[in-house]
């Protein structure tokens, strides 16, 4: 007979034995596959979402915080302009409203990005997309619907700047619905890589550009090209002074350089002076009074800087002093030498408004009509220049109109901008520098025409001076999925206690059947065959049973992904998450679980039978068992002496104790895991110690002469220690993680106003769609939103600015590219001992006892921001710690690292990256307004003041959630992976118990000689079953109050904790008293069926 043939005979003749291996096989193989079918449809659902709200855009161009021509769009081939505004949608009456939507102007060139769909008719309508509809519970036929958009009317320069006008401009349009869009016809477009699905409106481009008085403008180029490079090198080709916000216009023998945005940014300033070096800077400001040495003032003037010999000014004329005209002198009766003060507001945060006066000495007096005297020093100030006389003005500060007199009028209708007094550059910029700019324009001495001018300056424009950013927006987002949380690797790790089990069971049942051939294994070896020959024997054997258990567990698998990725849909459906699983089979993944099931089931085996197959033939052949076989021929053995078998436990019990002290002076979320990690020491020091105890135990008996049946059952568990403690440590360790990874989760309605929760206190988030500019803390802040006193009495509101960006939380599965910037004065949270610190930057230096908030302040000699972000943010969003960069764009699509200075416990600010107020406004000039807020307050003053605030600020697109509410949501996702941990541990538990039940049977079969005596000289069977019971029920219950008691000193604070009590006791009771009743009747059953069979033939080989 070959080997073939025998280990074909083998696999029939036992093929009892072999179905255990087969379903341990299949178990494992299940498991291995779900968990990377799991990871796979998780990243190809993502991909999809990308390519839906992609379509074919390949590459995109976004002007910061400005516009630029649509003619642009023309020079860059394949490109598409599109002019892009945030508001709100609401159906009329008091129908539902969606706040945050994307509203997008676009022309029908723009739906041949989409992967489908040809573009829709419009008709003086709009189009929608499906969230948006449902988000306003538009349902069935939604055509000819209508809906009223609403958006700030967009300014060329932010609202935080001086002279910026009016801040509360909406503009409404009301239009019917034509069509709700599908995805993937560019239903779901957007440049943010997040689940949360965005809410579309599609206007006309020509129609939201009329509606925002933006002629001929845009704001995002699309581009099917996914070469980046060819379109930044096309759109620098083809730019323009236009798309920079640039004009010239002539001034007498000078060219002045304007922008749009009033103030030149310093980008636009020295693109300029490297085409114009001989251009002087000037500087125009409305003041509200000038008065001289008497009683007379004159309002509201416009005051122009400019360096000594610009345009005609005297080239003598030194700092502190002034040039006034003739107009002003003979008003306040001035002349030269006389004593001057200038009164004017300074915008500081929130659009507060701080007056200040300064004082200067008149230099000399100019004729009105001196060519200095002119009203091209004074830029278009917005809700001024077009107005036709003072009392018209709106130029977003207080205006007094009982000061103003017929005169002034008069200047203005005559001379409109034209400066009354005129300032030294450097005094100006001392006095009106803000963070959009030290200088209103250039002025140029030259005779070329307007065209030349254009043709200079245009030569040293970049995009980036345009504040022009080109981002590869397709390779952004396959670089989102492909960074993004392996799911696959995420499941197995989560399911590795499970795979343990299912093997361990099964080559538990293998080397029981391999046991019951020690005859068959001693005839080969006194035939000749060598150890590691009948090794490979019964390791092919092995190899064709684990080949087609682990394909049909394999294909099992593809059941438990379905359950997983429904399990993760439902949990994850308060979560605001939005997503709905794509399904994905690949091949290689399911040939990848194969393989590494088979690797590791063979890999088992050859460990399990390492040992066994080591039996010399004639105590095989004697009708000795394998065991017994095995362990005399290892008998001899060195013992290593008892000091160094001590040494582990003293050093893992001074390790735990070292942890417990640890936790007395340790901040709050360390806690935990100092109890957890010194649960732990105490759990493998409790293994170690019941390992001696069994020695112990042996040695007692052997001294003390013959036991009772529950002594004797207890001293045999040693026999066979290795085994025995292998299932124990098992048991143990599995019952120690359920019940202890189940302490971390979190419900942040229980305790939910502690400054040291995941609230920091706050009873309220709010986000708007549209920025506040007023301080919503102060009496003038609230009054432009008609907020009674009532409404805010007791109120704090913390306002944060932001910088859109992608969602760098749990509830974002794409790794964020570009995550969401928060600004925030430190002072706010500082004060009232806002959250809890997670970790902080050793290099970082702060006073003692001052709060880590402060560190928002520091100015690292490095160039890098200080940044703060939630733990959970940094590590699992972004995949940073404390001390790391996290590059991002400026206002001007410049790289700007941001240094993780510190880390906060889990909170509510999950998702966001937070910095300093002085660092965002310095970094984002052009962002204005609060869009981001906390509000503490009351449970009864919370209530009212959200009612209120959503009310007043509905035109803002204001949404106000209670603080646990959202951090719940957060809360959940990690909730949810504990829950698949806890059936997956119970399940491996379950598995343990059946295990045990055949280490019963296998050690009393093993022993079957030892019972036939026993029964012989008058034991009874319920005596030896006792005996057995004894034995392993001893084992079974070490093993649960090792695993419950050490899991429930890992738990304790946690149990004490604010914002902890999700723990879900109940579940875990049951399964704990599941597991002692399965544990104990399995052992019964195996000792009642492996003791039914008749022993006395085993005496023969006695």
Known sequence: MNRTRLMTRGLTHYWRWHIGLALGVMAAAAVIAGSLVTGDSVRATLAHQADLRLGKVGTAVAAADGFFTEALAAKVPGAVPVLLVQGTVSAPGDGQRANGVNVFGVRDDFWTLGQSGGAPKMDGGLVINH????????????????????????????????????????????APVREVRADEALGAFSLKAQQEPPLNVYLPLSQLQSAADLPGKANLLLSSSAESAGVSKALAAGLTQEDAGLSWKEAGDQ????????????????????AFPDAKGVLTYLVNQIQGTGEGVTPYSMATAAPPGTAGLPSEWPDGSVIITQWLADDLGLKAGDSVSINYFRVTRARQLEEATATFQVHAVLPMD????????????????????????????????????????????????????????????????????????????????????????????TPADAGLVTVAVKEAAGKAVSQSMDFGALFVSMSAFLIATALLLAVLLFVFGVSQRAGQIGLLRAAGWRPKEVRRLFAAEGLWVAVPSALAGVLLGLLYTRWTLGKLERDWADAALGLKFLYTVRPVTLLTAWAGTLVLSLLAVWLATRRILKARPRDLLSGASLSEASKRTAEGASVSPRRWRMLPMGVMTLGGLIMLYLTRQAAPHV???????????????????????????????SEE????????????????????????????????MVVALNAFRQDATLTPSGRDTGTGGFALIATSTLPVYEDLNSVSGRAVWDLEDKETAGVQV??????????????????????????????????????????????MQLPPGASPWTMLNLKPTDGTVPAIMDQYSAMFALGKKVGDIITVPDGQGNPVNLRLAALLGGTVLQGNVIIGDAAFVRLYPDSGGFRYFLADASPEQAKIW???????????????????????QYQAVQNTYLTIFSTLGGLALILSTVGLGVLVARQVLERKAEFAL???????????RTMVLAEHWFLFLAAVILGTGTALLAVWPNLKLAGAGGMPVGLLATLLTGLVAGGLIFCQIAARLALGRQLNDSLRHE
């Open 255 to 274: 060219r002045v350089l304007s922008t749009s945005r009033i103030f030149l940014s310093p980008q636009t300033e020295a693109a300029a002076r490297a």
């Open 1014 to 1024: 026993l029964q012989a000289v008058g034991f009874k069977s319920g005596q030896l």
């Open 671 to 701: 806690v935990p895991m100092l109890f957890f990690g010194a649960a732990a020491l105490v759990l493998a020091d409790g293994l170690r110690l019941l390992a001696w105890q069994l020695r112990r135990t042996e040695q007692a008996v």
């Open 705 to 736: 002469g013959v036991p009772g049946l529950w002594r004797l059952g207890a001293r045999n568990a040693v026999r066979r220690r290795g085994r025995s403690m292998a299932m124990t440590g098992l048991l143990a360790s599995g019952i120690f």
């Open 131 to 174: 969230p948006l509809a449902k988000a306003l519970a538009l349902s069935g036929n939604t055509a000819g619907a209508e809906v009223i958009v609403r958006f700030e009317k967009p300014s060329l320069i932010s609202r935080d700047a001086p002279l910026s006008g009016e801040s509360d401009l909406t503009v409404t349009l009301r």
């Open 798 to 843: 913390v306002p944060f600015r932001a910088r859109d960006g992608e969602e760098a939380s749990c509830l974002n599965l794409n790794r964020a590219q570009t995550p969401r910037v928060l600004g925030v004065d430190p002072r706010a949270l500082a004060s009232l001992e806002a959250f809890t610190f997670a970790g902080l930057a050793s290099d």
């Open 946 to 968: 959200s009612e209120a605030v959503m009310r007043q600020l509905a035109n803002r697109g204001l949404s106000v959630m209670p603080a646990a509410e959202r951090l719940a």
């Open 370 to 461: 001196h060519p200095a005297v002119r009203r091209e020093w004074t830029p278009d100030f917005p809700g001024i220049t077009e107005t036709e006389n003072c009392r018209d003005w709106k130029p977003g500060i207080p205006i007094n109109q009982s000061l103003i007199r017929d005169k002034d009028d008069a200047y203005w209708k005559e001379r409109k901008g034209t400066p009354k007094i005129f300032l030294t550059l450097n005094d100006g910029q001392k006095l009106w520098t803000n963070r959009f700019g030290g200088l209103t324009s250039l002025w140029v001495p030259s005779a070329e025409s307007a065209e030349a001018m254009k043709t200079r300056l245009q030569a040293h424009l």
